[in-house]
């Protein structure tokens, strides 16, 4: 990968890898890639995973998609309103199928963005090699397998490699992935690998903890449930010592 801020970064219209499949990883369309020429190793110094994706993908979605689904999607809700017995001409569920048609595609909206288009104007370079931390950033996203939400909170570290991101940008990170049907596993790996590729640094940490409404509203229904998971790549992965001090300071 090149390390120049423009260089590192490939155009809009970049294809995914030819041997992505559908619904078998972590890219936009669900498939596990690795950029074409990538050297084996990750750019922490892992080995080579397949569980590392490129964030460097087409959009799945267009404003321009969406207003073409609308109709099918409300059409959709419809259906799904009188297989529950209710009357979708009743006057509180007259607009009910386009209201929860809009709301789905807003709460999936993670599809229409690229990650490339926030980081493009946001890495710095700057001699800085201590940690950078960023906690407690809210995250909403959608259980793929039920459809229905996943609230919680993120925490990421990274260990700067002479270039920074702008601090607002992690967060942004955390709203395009997190804004899609998701498993909380996919979603801690996919924004570790996102800011590991944008920034080559040393290391990277991240942490989630959400509640599940899965488990909450429904099946075992363990309202105080939480579910924990972390990615940890590079020295935060490899060295003990800086893996203590990153889950030290989100704690604090």
Sequence with gaps: ????????????????????????????????????????????????????ETWREERARSVEDNQISLPGLAAAYTTILRGLGEDPQRQGLLKTPWRAATAMQFFTKGYQEEIIDILNDAIFDEDHDEMVIVKDIDMFSMCEHHLVPIFGRVHIGYLPNKRVLGLSKLARIVEVYSRRLQVQERLTKQIAVAITEALQPAGVGVVIEATHMCMVMRGVQKMNSKTVTSTMLGVFREDPKTRDEFLTLIRS
């Design 1 to 52: 990968m090149e390390r120049s801020k423009q260089g590192s970064l490939h155009g809009p219209n970049e294809k995914r890898d030819a041997g992505e499949s559908a619904g078998k990883g972590y890219g936009t369309g669900g498939g596990r890639t690795r950029r074409p020429g990538a050297p084996a190793g990750d750019s922490c110094g892992s080995p080579a995973s397949p569980d590392v």
